[in-house]
């Protein structure tokens, strides 16, 4: 199907911005990983969000529902800068999940669990976009590697503040 909507859109498969058609490729295909895990990543903190209990309620309650608001409108973002360099963004969940690194939760966990689970999750997403930033440094894609680089900060904040919160 992929390859019916870039036939059906010529125009928008080949812009000529300096960085070819493989390049571009390559970076969509990176993006959709990170896409695929920031979006199961703003899903599960949800979850946390409507599911923690105990002492760490008011603070997880809080925090969490800024970071998966922070996480929505970053896989708009990054959808949209697939779109610029030419190709589809992910179409559904399933082929997210497909492509994520990440695990859905399967079961309740308490509010320290909850937290480890979130710090694993944010430090995969570093790592995944840490090398996706240095194949668009490689094509000299200054938009994407801006963009990856301010989702690093997210995240490495992210998991400052989770492991703060564990720590004692």
Do not use: C
């Amino acid at each position: 199907m992929t390859g019916d909507l870039l036939q059906a859109m010529p125009e928008i498969t080949n812009p000529l911005t300096g960085i070819d058609r493989q390049d571009r490729k390559r970076l969509a295909n990176g993006l959709r990983g990170v896409i695929a895990d920031s979006y199961l990543l703003m899903v599960k903190t949800h979850g946390y969000h409507w599911n923690v209990v105990g002492p760490l309620f008011v603070s997880l309650h809080l925090l969490t529902e800024q970071q998966y608001e922070d996480l929505f409108g970053a896989v708009d973002e990054m959808a949209e800068r697939i779109r610029a360099l030419g190709h589809p963004a992910p179409l559904s969940f399933a082929q997210m999940i497909a492509q994520s690194a990440l695990h859905e939760e399967e079961a309740m966990a308490n509010a320290e669990d909850m937290v480890g689970a979130l710090v694993r999750d944010h430090e995969t997403l570093v790592r995944r976009l840490r090398d996706i930033t240095a194949i668009a440094n490689e094509m000299s894609d200054d938009v994407t590697a801006d963009l990856l680089v301010k989702r690093m900060a997210f995240h490495e904040k992210a998991i400052w503040m989770f492991k703060s919160i564990l720590a004692t």
